[in-house]
DNA sequence: CCATGCGCTGAC
DNA sequence: GTCAGCGCATGG
């Protein structure tokens, strides 16, 4: 907050729904943006795990995983055809990547395929769009949210808010797949839910991600409003998650959704806690700046 | 080849 | 603020 207090997301909420106005601590004003739309602060959130961590476990190095960006050392703008230029930046081709991996490629993206800049993609780091974000090759597809193969796995997902149906709660959210939707008319995307949605093409990657165990990087868009740990412009790299399950509810819109549960890799925890978090919805490590 | 897709833009 | 509708990349 502008007074510089930190609270729990959870515990300021509740506060703010129980009518508060004002900072707990020192009585500040609280600014209606930050009442409706309060953000975490990443910084602290990093803090408070390294402390929490006392040993560390094996095959997870602290001081890698909370590497922070401060947007120095930004690369060039996407390119554009000059075609584009004339016809704007949604009908740009992608432009060059600058990693040297894979596109089915899992996992962190390290110095190694990183010569460019010779430092991987750090956690935490962040671009202007989606077509910037696939260039360093967090996220490959540019308009689709999971990247996979139905019959290998999932490398990656996008939370930008297109999918009424998601949950994010910082170190743990839930996902919903892809499909359901008509996308007749030439659409790339449309908020109506028309059909139900089947473990089949991108979900069914998902699907194999969980059975296999394999790490998924997780991008998070500004265009998703409602989730607090939304960064509040462009897109960021947050890192490594492992899916925990995936399993087909019924949707808000009437239609069933592939949903699927993924949680933060650095946090080490039993499947079980996650579950308890899910069911329990109880204070998590999250808190506010 | 065809279908899908959690973007993006200019126009209103 | 809302909206239609485009290239492109990718999977199948």
């Known amino acids: 907050m502008p007074c510089g207090h930190n609270f729990c997301l959870k515990c300021f909420e509740k506060w703010i729904k129980q009518g508060g106005h004002s900072c707990a601590k020192c009585r500040a004003s609280i600014p209606p943006k930050m009442k409706c739309q309060p953000r975490i602060n990443l910084a602290l959130v990093a803090a408070v795990r390294m402390a929490r961590s006392k040993s560390t476990p094996s095959g997870a190095d602290p001081s890698k995983a909370y590497n922070f960006v401060h947007n120095q050392n930004r690369p060039d703008k996407a390119y554009t055809t000059e075609r584009a230029k004339k016809a704007g930046k949604a009908n740009a081709a992608s432009g060059k990547i600058f990693v040297t991996i894979a596109p089915d490629h899992f996992g962190p993206i390290l110095a190694e395929n990183d010569p460019v800049r010779n430092q991987g993609v750090l956690v935490g780091e962040s671009w202007e769009d989606r077509l910037e974000c696939r260039q360093w090759g967090a996220h490959l597809p540019h308009v689709a949210g999971i990247a996979g193969q139905s019959e ?3 490398q990656s997902v996008a939370l930008s808010g297109g999918y009424e149906d998601d949950e994010d709660h910082g170190e743990w959210f839930l996902y919903t797949g892809s499909g359901g939707r008509d996308l007749s008319g030439n659409k ?6 028309s059909f139900d949605q089947k473990f089949e093409k991108l979900n069914e990657a998902l699907r194999i991600s969980c059975k296999k165990g394999y790490p998924v990087r997780v991008v998070r868009s500004h ?8 960064p509040e412009s462009g897109v960021r790299y947050d890192g490594i998650y492992r899916i925990e399950r995936c399993w087909r509810k019924a949707g808000t819109q009437g239609f069933k959704v592939c949903d699927t549960c993924l949680f933060d890799a650095t946090m080490n925890l039993p499947h079980g806690l996650v579950k308890h978090m899910v069911t329990a919805q109880g204070h998590c490590l999250s808190y506010r700046s």
């Open 152 to 154: 290998y796995g999932s």
């Open 188 to 193: 790339r995307t449309n908020k109506e839910q």
């Open 223 to 230: 265009k998703e409003k409602r989730s607090s740990y939304a």
